[in-house]
């Protein structure tokens, strides 16, 4: 039987990270006062793929959150035999430092991610992963990255947000000649990748001192 890619030492500063900065979050969001603000908000264009997605954020400051993303797809699209499918999770957590005030219009944000995945038989529009479409790929990524994004008050505690991120990810696979095959072919390739990390446009509701 075929291995599964490891995790490599050279993955590991931004996989540790990434849970360094998950537990920071998730700490930040329980302990803040409840003058405090505090949100809980999902990605629309997430949904848009059937990914289920949650995200929540915290201030810490005046002009600062902390916040984690986590998504998960476990569906399998079409006739179970074919095995079309995009089953993947991941967790991003972010750390945002806003030009008015948190939760208040654009912000530049630090975030790391970590998943894994296992994908095939999909055909994505506009040549998007178009290898996608007679293989599958098994594996793990993590990452950081860097994004900027808008918040804008559309209601009492709604908002609703517009992010885009870039940066780097490495990832360890096995590629399968088909989506149902059962053996890979290539065994414990790696990828490093540079460009998009992460898209969104969320609703969010925020918790704490009211926004207006």
Same mark, same amino acid.
């Given at each position: ?10 993955? &590991?500063?931004?996989?540790?990270? $990434?849970?360094?900065?998950? @537990?920071? !979050?998730? #700490?930040?969001?329980? /302990? =803040? ?11 629309? &264009?997430?949904?848009?793929?059937? $990914?289920?997605?949650?995200? @929540?954020? !915290?201030? #810490?400051?005046?002009? /600062? =959150? ?24 991941? !967790? ?121």
């Amino acid at each position: 039987m075929k291995k599964s890619a490891k995790i490599s030492a050279t993955a &590991l500063i931004p996989l540790a990270m $990434t849970v360094a900065m998950t @537990v920071i !979050a998730m #700490v930040a969001s329980t /302990t =803040t006062a409840s003058a405090q603000m505090a949100g809980v908000k999902t990605n629309l &264009l997430y949904w848009g793929t059937g $990914t289920i997605n949650v995200g @929540v954020e !915290a201030a #810490v400051g005046p002009k /600062t =959150t902390l916040g984690v993303e986590l998504t998960g797809n476990p569906w399998v699209f079409g006739k179970r035999e074919l095995n079309r499918k995009i089953w993947h999770w991941s !967790a991003t957590p972010e750390i945002r430092f806003w030009s008015s005030e948190a939760f208040d219009r654009g912000f530049v944000g630090i975030h790391a991610v970590a998943g894994a995945f296992d994908a095939g038989g999909i055909e994505f529009p506009l040549g998007i992963l178009p290898n996608l479409k007679d293989h599958r790929y098994e594996g793990w990524t993590t990452g950081v990255g860097v994004s900027y994004g808008w918040q804008w008050w559309i209601g009492p505690r709604w908002n609703l947000e517009a992010t885009v991120g870039v940066g780097y990810l490495y990832a360890e696979y096995n590629r399968f000649a088909c989506p149902d095959c059962r053996e890979a072919d290539e065994e414990n390739k790696v990828e490093h990748y540079f460009g998009p990390t992460k898209v969104g446009l969320s609703f969010a509701y925020l918790f704490g001192s009211k926004k207006r």
